[in-house]
């Protein structure tokens, strides 16, 4: 008769190596329980690979039968509908949509009218790609040397600019009109709203955000690339907030021209280009929770520490049992 591991212990490798356990600690406790320490690291190993392999598949099934579902469907463009229609349709689904009349009623604006109603507001412009480094000037200047300039330098005005916070900035606001059935106004003036300002031909690569966007096209034209999150090839290549474009996902390309609107759901992809000068105004402040801040699948797992087995007033049951070892079938 050979010694294995109780059931109840090997339930709890396998739960624990799932929640991030690091297998050092559940050697540890098996240990401490009385299991030679030889025998702890095989379980651990073996149990831990099986448990991840079988979460793996359980969890791309899953995102299989959401991709062929969702495989006939495209982007639709339409006009704006009541709220209820999109918080249904669109929201619950976590379904991109281009809405033509999304600015109906708004007076939307140049950067010339930039210049004119806010050019004396400091902003902090983000430099390169990955736009990490912030450079300091004024609206105006910005227009007059990056924006107009027949060679612009990569700097771009973006939402971590914060520039809607900027005293003055209310000026531009004033030019919205904020669909009190979409948005909560209380919530605008808090983080609810972002400006984009750019040359011709910025990029922000690929990448998700925590919240679902309501991105308005002022100025110019973009073209917005986007990946469901149901594909899970491109979290797999995530590193950080970003990933690359992947050739074989299904991408979506959505050209969104001025006054036109593109609810962008949060988790989904997109990389978006800025195909002439151009201005962007996003609100996020939806009648609905809007903060999903633990989507992160490009950043590193994290590692937990382990949870016993519970008690429950009798005491755990021995990590060690007696076990025939299965014969050899001829
Ligand atoms: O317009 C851009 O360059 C990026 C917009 C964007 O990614 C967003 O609003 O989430």
């Known amino acids: 008769m ?10 709890w490798v396998a739960e624990n190596a799932v929640a991030g356990v690091p297998a050092r600690d559940l ?13 702890a690291h095989e379980a ?11 979460r793996v598949r359980r969890r791309d099934l899953h995102l299989r039968l959401r991709r062929e579902l969702e495989a006939g469907r495209g982007i639709e463009r339409r006009k704006k509908p009541a709220a209820g229609e999109f918080f249904a349709r669109y929201w619950a689904n976590a379904e991109p949509v281009v809405l033509t009349d999304a600015a109906r009623g708004w007076k939307l604006w140049s ?27 004024t609206i105006g200047r910005y227009v007059d040397d990056v924006v ?24 531009l606001l004033a030019r919205v009109v904020v669909d009190r059935t979409y948005f909560d106004p209380a919530r605008i003036a808090h983080g609810g709203t ?49 990933a690359p474009v992947p050739r074989r996902a299904k991408r979506h390309v959505v050209t969104l021209e001025r006054g036109e609107g593109l609810f962008i759901p949060a988790g989904w992809w997109h990389e978006v280009k800025a195909l002439d000068a151009s201005i962007s105004f996003s609100l996020l402040a939806f009648r609905r929770p809007n903060s999903f801040p633990w989507y992160r699948p490009g950043f590193g797992h994290a590692t937990n520490r382990p949870t016993m087995p ?21």
């Open 148 to 171: 107009r300039a027949k060679r612009p330098r990569d700097l771009y005005l973006v939402s971590n600019s914060l520039a809607m916070a900027a005293p003055g900035m209310e000026r």
């Open 111 to 137: 950067p010339e009218d930039m210049k004119r109603l806010v050019g004396d507001v400091p902003v902090r412009v983000a430099e390169g790609r990955f736009r990490k480094r912030f450079e300091k000037t």
């Open 44 to 54: 651990v190993t073996e149990i831990a690979i099986t448990s991840l392999r079988d």
């Open 2 to 11: 050979a010694k294995a591991l109780a059931g109840e212990w090997k339930a």
């Open 27 to 39: 050697v540890r406790v098996l240990v401490t329980n009385g299991v030679p320490r030889s025998l």
């Open 310 to 330: 519970k008690k429950q007033g009798k005491a755990i049951k021995p990590a060690m049992t007696s076990a025939k070892i299965a014969r050899p079938r001829p």
């Open 194 to 242: 972002a400006l984009w300002l750019g040359p011709k031909g910025t990029v922000t690569p690929l990448h998700h955000d925590t919240t679902s966007v309501f991105f308005v096209q002022i100025y110019g034209k973009k073209r917005f690339t986007l990946v469901s999150p149901n594909d899970p090839t491109v979290a797999d290549a995530a590193n950080g907030w970003y």
